[in-house]
């Protein structure tokens, strides 16, 4: 088909362009998934259609929207034939121009976006876990349709870090991101630290206000932070970073008295994503607790408040603060994608190249290097033997596994046992030598528990 006057380029199906009037230049949506996030995008398809055109210069319309349920009532309430339960009637109808997937997950998710792709369609993601599993497979099919993929809301929900990363940041050399990517996790360690509540309980109470599902499995054991690490990872390093090579601790071995210890020394604890360039070439990738010190930005990180710190060679060391979840702050996101492929979608020459990764092939990854290699100081915390001669064994053990000893700080005495809690932190040392030695001080016989070890993020 020929681009007439008056006609404009909105996409490609296989080799031919679509071609769309400009005078009926209405951009038709197919919307999936219409829970927390979808209702957002839905509500402000809707309701801010003036605004929208406006802003883009394109009419947007909400053509189809795909659930599970047809059932059930739905707010908002969508005009009349416009839900499905068939994703064909958005995937095959050449009227919807993009695609704006919010059912979340891999499957069928990922497939559907694939084939979204495939047929020429533009695409606006929330989905972490389909991005860090195929996000650069699906980057490079976009590339080919000349079609756009954006995904911010799949990274910090409201915050604008995905955006940040492909364009404002790209010219950087990326040293680290450091991150509190996870909102439930933030506001048990909040809490935890606030009122000295145990894990459980704080849980329960993420829980009650809607903060936590009642599988809190993938918030509470860094799963979920790990997707978004990889996302935003493989962006600021240019390869993929396979979620399952990030090294992920949980946070339900923390107690009260850590975030009392901690903030004795000066630090607050944090659960944070972390990935960094090693001199090797290599990557450090983790998501764990950390003592932050309590001067650092992140450490004032609270509730279920997200941040995320970036340091490149260029921008020096960048943080953005704002909300990581919630329908308004999600729709923002997931909106403000979609805003942008109406802005261009005119554009002769398709949309602006995708920063794809190095290394010829979307499914080169980075090599991860492993926990054991990592260098940092540490916070442990042993319940002993309140009697003369304790730390002289233990440091005897640290020492011999090349340890040293930061502080010591002995608390809470209990004559009833006999113990005390000890707490030691150490000048950086090797993972691997620090495991190693607190497992011959778990064996000593004036050592009743070693109960936490966590590392320190100077
Ligand atoms: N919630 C947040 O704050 C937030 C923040 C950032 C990113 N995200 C991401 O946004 C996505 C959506 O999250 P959400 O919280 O909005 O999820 P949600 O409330 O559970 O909504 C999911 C929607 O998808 C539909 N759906 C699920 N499986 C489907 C299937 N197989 N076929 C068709 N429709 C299906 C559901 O249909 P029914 O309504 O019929 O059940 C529902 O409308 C996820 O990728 C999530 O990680 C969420």
Redesign the pocket.
């Known amino acids: 088909m020929g681009m007439g006057n008056g006609a404009i380029r909105i996409g490609r199906q296989g080799q031919d362009w679509t071609v769309k009037s400009a005078l009926d230049g209405e951009i038709n949506i197919g919307l999936?998934?219409?829970?927390?996030?979808?209702?957002g995008v839905a509500a402000a398809l809707l309701d801010n259609a003036e605004a929208i055109r406006r802003k883009t210069g394109r009419a947007a319309r909400l053509r189809r929207v795909?659930?599970?349920?047809a059932g059930?009532t739905r707010q908002p309430a969508l005009p009349p034939g416009t839900l499905t339960?068939n994703?064909e009637d958005i995937l095959s109808d050449p009227q919807v121009h993009v695609v704006v997937e919010?059912?979340?997950?891999d499957a069928?998710?990922g497939e559907y976006l694939e084939r979204a792709l495939a047929a020429g369609k533009h695409v606006v993601?929330?989905?972490?876990?389909v991005m860090s599993r195929r996000g650069p497979a699906l980057m490079a099919l976009a590339q080919e349709r000349q079609v756009n993929l954006l995904f911010e809301?799949?990274a910090g929900?409201g915050i604008p870090i995905v955006g940040c990363l492909m364009s404002q940041l790209l010219a950087n050399d990326i040293h680290s991101i450091r991150s509190i990517i996870n909102g439930t996790t933030n506001y048990i360690l909040t809490r935890m630290a606030r009122s000295q509540t145990a894990f459980g309980d704080a849980l329960a109470e993420a829980q009650e206000r809607g903060y936590a599902e009642a599988d809190p499995t993938n918030d509470i054991e860094g799963i979920d932070a790990a997707y978004k690490l990889s996302v935003l990872g493989s962006l600021a390093f240019h390869r993929r970073i396979p979620h399952q090579a990030i090294f992920t601790e949980g946070i339900s071995r923390l107690a009260p008295e850590d975030f009392r210890y901690a903030a004795e020394l000066g630090y607050a604890i944090k659960s944070l994503a972390i990935a960094a360039a090693a001199p090797d070439g290599g990557i450090q990738a983790r998501v764990h607790p950390a003592l932050v010190p309590e001067d650092h930005l992140l450490a004032k990180v609270d509730g279920v408040y997200n941040a995320v710190e970036v340091t490149g060679n260029l921008c020096g060391q960048i943080i953005l603060h704002g909300q990581?979840?919630?329908?308004d702050?999600?729709t923002s996101?997931v909106m403000g994608d979609l805003l942008n492929i109406l802005r261009t979608i005119d554009n002769a020459d398709g949309p602006p190249p995708l920063p794809l990764p190095d290394g010829g092939s979307p499914d080169a990854a980075h090599q991860v290097h492993p926990i054991d290699q990592l260098s940092s100081a540490y916070y442990m915390r042993l319940t002993c033997a309140d009697q003369a001669g304790v730390l002289a064994q233990i440091a005897r053990i640290l020492g011999d596994g090349n340890i040293s000893i930061a502080t010591v700080i002995q608390k809470d005495t209990d004559p009833g046992s006999g113990t005390a809690q000890l707490v030691i932190t150490t000048y950086p040392a090797r993972e691997m030598d620090v495991q190693t030695a607190l497992q011959s001080v778990a064996r000593l016989g004036v050592v009743a528990s070693v109960n936490n070890l966590i590392r320190i993020e100077e």
């Open positions: 999936m998934g219409l829970g927390t996030v979808g209702g795909l659930v599970r349920d059930r339960v994703p919010t059912i979340g997950g069928p998710a993601t929330a989905n972490k876990e809301a799949s929900g990581g979840a919630g329908r702050a999600t996101a």
